[in-house]
């Protein structure tokens, strides 16, 4: 009972403050994209065996690279659908754009750092030789819109740190050509590996700049157009970075209702609230998630349908887009296809009902609602 209240008290203070439109809009942002997860079932299995325990980790469990049963049965549910402007659910699919070059990072001793385009990754993956195509399909159909959430999904610096020890599992995974583990301990110095643009001390952070103007320039090499909006790994990044961003092109923040600061800044995760519309000192909009669709996340007896209806009713009773936070995660059937068709189950059920509570709900991207707020007041 008291859960419950908090969670309806925190969806309150979620929406109350800023930007505010008469429209219902239902944004779907999704992050992971392009980034290599668990690699195969098999690999999946010989680390069970070695006492390392993935079956914890949800990631480890269900996420691997998109392959091409999984986007053909992603596109074929959201095409199911058409709001009253004619438009299908879109993905805003928030798009890594590339993956360590294992091969060379071995050659170097593991000391320098090596990429590859998330492209050139799919080629080598069973059954992702022709994902990208359908990548284009999605874009071209209006339902899959890649933005930016960073060139890795990988803190480099501390990974590179961590390979020095042959020993450990971070090499272990590194041989069986993956890095996120995501297990307990897994932090070194309170920092993640997955967390791209976390800090231990502040001079890194010009590594940052420079990792997101190459990130952006991969980024438009790959799909043709430059990002309008950006989302950290991990919800961490640090505020100077808005203005290497605004020099790149981006308009717009997604993010939570919180960011975190990178941990140089204090001894403890210190964290900065902002609301929808809001503006960096760089001038972009920030685009705040207030509606939850993790089925891949949750107990198998949550009910994930029902609690995101209820954080979308709140966001449209405050006069708040309802922008949902649903990761790669929960579309992938590669390593268990139980976890994709049960998935599109509930997302289908998820946009029946919110066109049956409210039929003039219009489906926009993340950028699309960018558009209609910036050079608002919030």
Request: aromatic fraction near 12%; charge should be positive.
């Amino acid at each position: 009972m008291l859960q419950s209240i908090r969670r309806r008290i925190a969806r309150h203070l979620v929406n109350y403050r800023g930007w505010h439109t008469n429209k219902k809009i239902v944004v779907i942002e999704s992050d992971d994209w392009g980034s290599i997860r668990m690699p195969s079932q098999q690999v999946y299995e010989a680390f069970l065996k070695k006492g390392v325990p993935v079956d914890q980790s949800p990631y480890c469990r269900y996420d691997s690279l998109a392959g091409e049963e999984d986007l053909e049965a992603l596109f074929e549910t959201l095409l199911k659908f058409k709001d009253r402007n004619g438009n299908s659910p879109v993905i805003t699919a928030n798009t890594i754009v590339a993956n360590p070059d294992f091969e060379q990072i071995r050659s170097s001793g593991f000391t320098e750092y090596a990429y590859e385009p998330f492209t050139e990754t799919l080629k080598r993956y069973p059954g992702r030789k022709k994902s990208f195509r359908l990548w284009q399909q999605g874009m071209e159909a209006g339902i899959f819109r890649p933005q930016f959430h960073g060139r890795e999904h990988l803190n480099v610096p501390l990974w590179l740190h961590n390979l020095q020890y042959a020993n450990s599992f971070y090499r272990e995974a590194f041989e069986s050509q993956f890095w996120g583990l995501d297990l307990n301990g897994e932090e070194t110095e309170h920092r993640s590996i997955q967390a791209a643009f976390d800090a231990a001390r502040k001079e890194e952070l010009k590594g940052h700049e420079s990792v997101i103007s190459d990130g952006v320039r991969l980024f438009r090499e790959i799909f043709g157009f430059l990002p309008d909006s950006f989302i950290a790994p991990n919800y961490i990044w640090d505020p100077s970075l808005h203005e290497v961003l605004r020099q790149t092109g981006v308009k717009y923040i997604q993010g939570m209702k919180y960011q975190k600061l990178p941990i140089y800044r204090s001894n403890r995760r210190k964290m900065v609230r902002h609301y929808a519309g809001e503006r960096s000192q760089s001038g972009q909009a920030f685009l705040i998630r207030n509606s939850v669709f993790e089925p891949s996340l949750k107990a198998a007896n949550y009910d994930v349908v029902g609690s995101c209806l209820k954080d979308i009713a709140n966001a449209f009773f405050w006069k708040k887009p309802a922008v949902i936070t649903s990761h790669r995660i929960n579309y992938i059937g590669y390593l268990k296809e139980e976890n994709r068709s049960e998935n599109l189950k509930k997302i289908q059920e998820l946009i029946r009902k919110i066109q049956n509570l409210w039929p003039e709900a219009e489906f926009l991207s993340s950028d699309q609602l960018g558009e209609q707020l910036y050079g608002q007041s919030a």
